[in-house]
């Protein structure tokens, strides 16, 4: 364990009236006035840190009435004792006695009472594991969505049979299926590590909030579109996937009995990458929309992670309908549908291009995309996409599928338009929207110095925020957490609120970066010793932690609990 937190007592004081500061070490503790000191009943799994301290204007004079020197706040002070947790489940009992005095009288000594019990939050292993999975899905998603296609789909009843016909014995046609299945799934994820080992993640993370990149990666997706839409139709050399496909025949010459040799397990492996090949016109803009989006993670796994998925949901048919050739004949036939599917990928390719335009827009501050902008246009895509499907609808093939994907077309239509009027806050899409503009709306300051000196002033703590323009997860928390008004009245009222984006490229005037994203960055590596986002922090005026930090979990409840660091405000 060894978690810092800390023990915070703020207080305002009326106006001409004045709290003591601390005894001074030469003098005996009965003379003087009443010094401000903290008293421990009760501690079970917790031990102090050092002493206690004091935030605020602290002033000093010769006091007449004492006969000494003495130490006084005004206006405000905030008295802060660190503590050490030292197992999970902790309590402790203790209490601030202070004197307070104006220029005619002064009152008995003062007393506040603290006693709380709690269970400090573990480290984000488990959050991080979360975050893995979700990259996974998404890959699992994407590969689903690839096997629907016309480059795909077609494939999976032709590659079976073809094993099944070119072997006497069905236990070597599986095994054939098998090995090709288990080589796509090699293809795609050693695609995904060389992606990680060739920009490392540090670089791609870097590269997710780089403008040139993001209008790069938007143009990319608008000409995937385009031949979503059939505009054009975009595919590797014919070349690759022929020799490749002449090298497995050469290969792969047919057995019917006896073990697979090592030419079979070959040939088989070239098949796979003939079918990588030969359907890059379909699953190259979702492969590009996984890749760049899982980047955006800054976990060097991702990217391997988010490939397996995708491999994965590539891979399975060939095995099951190896094993359940009979099942072929309940697949439905290629045909139009196939062509709704790529029309509809268009429209969501057209989405994420806006994504990226949108990250470069708030990362560099040119104010061309703001968020109502933004859930228009999608609007007007949602909308583009369900007249698509009713014209479809009129052909008469595929009704339940078109049917279904008009549906949902619809009422993604109206949850946006709830977005756009102010009714949701669209919690559900928030990882891909713009920041919220009402985030900004709390008293926050985007400038760490600044924060501090305001936090000096009012003797307050400091709420710190290491987010990203280009963080999903930091969306996800302001939808989920920061709209909760209970949430938004504690930061307001408790705390000086310090926003610092870390892919901010505005120019940064410090010598040790070029930009502020630069800049925040490492200041949150060398003095907080994290590098991901989002990363919240509740430190004293100085930027001392007082409290174990939070990163991303959408637990409102469990949020608050960490906002609730006491602070016993006394006139």
Not at 24 to 41: C, F, H, M, N, Y
Not at 141 to 167: D, E, Q, Y
Not at 338 to 357: P, Q, R, S
């Amino acid at each position: 364990m060894g978690n810092d937190t800390a023990i915070v007592f703020q207080g305002t004081i009326k106006k001409g009236w004045h709290v003591y500061s601390f005894k001074p070490q030469k003098e005996d503790a009965d003379i003087g006035p009443t010094w401000a000191r903290l008293t421990v009943s009760h501690a079970e799994g917790v031990e102090l840190v050092g002493t206690l301290q004091a935030v605020g204007q602290e002033q000093a004079m010769f006091d007449d009435m004492f006969g000494m020197d003495v130490r006084y706040f005004e206006d405000s002070v905030t008295f802060i004792q660190k503590i050490r947790v030292l197992d999970m489940d902790y309590s402790i009992d203790c209490m601030l006695e202070y004197g307070t005095c104006n220029d005619e009288q002064c009152l008995p000594p003062q007393q506040v009472d603290y006693r709380h019990s709690a269970v400090v939050t573990a480290d984000n292993t488990a959050e991080q594991a979360e975050s893995l999975w979700a990259v996974f899905l998404a890959g699992l998603i994407g590969g689903l969505l690839a096997l629907l296609t016309p480059c795909v789909w077609p494939m999976i009843p032709m590659t079976v049979s073809f094993f099944l016909k070119r072997n006497n014995a069905r236990r070597k046609a599986v095994q054939e299926a098998s090995i090709y299945g288990i080589s796509i799934i090699v293809i795609y994820l050693l695609l995904g590590i060389a992606v990680t080992l060739i920009f490392g993640a540090t670089a791609l993370n870097n590269l997710a909030t780089n403008a040139v990149a993001n209008i790069i990666f938007a143009g990319l997706l608008i000409v995937f579109a385009l031949s979503f839409f059939g505009l054009f139709e975009l595919r590797l050399p014919n070349s690759w996937a022929n020799r490749l496909d002449q090298k497995a025949d050469r290969l792969g010459t047919a057995h019917n009995g006896g073990a697979l040799t090592l030419a079979n397990y070959l040939s088989i492996a070239l098949m796979a990458l003939v079918l990588t090949i030969v359907s890059f016109s379909c699953t190259g803009p979702l492969i590009g929309v996984l890749l760049v989006t899982v980047a955006q993670t800054g976990s060097i796994l991702a990217p391997a992670i988010g490939m397996f998925g995708f491999a994965i949901a590539l891979a399975i048919p060939f095995a099951i309908f190896s094993l359940f050739p009979n099942w072929l004949s309940t697949l439905p036939k290629s045909g139009s549908w196939m062509m709704t599917v790529k029309v509809t990928l268009a429209f969501i390719e057209l989405a994420f291009a806006l994504k990226f335009i949108s990250v470069a827009d708030t990362a560099y501050g040119w104010g061309i995309l703001p968020r109502t902008l933004f859930i228009a246009i999608w609007l007007a895509l949602a909308i583009a996409l369900a007249v698509y499907l009713c014209l479809q609808m009129r052909k008469g093939k595929a009704l339940i599928m078109k049917g279904i994907l008009l549906l949902l077309t619809m009422l993604i239509s109206v949850y946006l338009l709830w977005g756009i009027i102010g009714k949701s806050t669209l919690k559900d899409i928030s990882a891909f929207l713009p920041p919220m503009e009402q985030r900004l709306s709390m008293t926050h300051f985007n400038d760490y110095d600044e924060g501090l000196r305001a936090a000096q002033r009012q003797g307050k703590p400091v709420f710190i925020d290491f987010t990203g323009y280009g963080c999903v997860n930091c969306r996800k928390m302001e939808a989920a957490v920061f709209t909760d008004t209970e949430i938004r009245q504690m930061l307001d009222e408790r705390y000086i609120v310090i926003t610092l984006f870390v892919d901010d490229r505005r120019h940064s005037p410090s010598d040790t970066a070029t930009t502020l994203g630069e800049k925040w960055s490492q200041l949150q590596q060398t003095k907080y010793g994290a590098n991901a986002q989002p990363y919240y922090i509740i430190a004293d005026a100085t930027g001392e932690p007082l409290a174990p930090p939070r990163s991303y979990d959408e637990d409102v409840e469990m949020f608050r609990q960490f906002l609730s660091i006491p602070f016993n405000n006394k006139e």
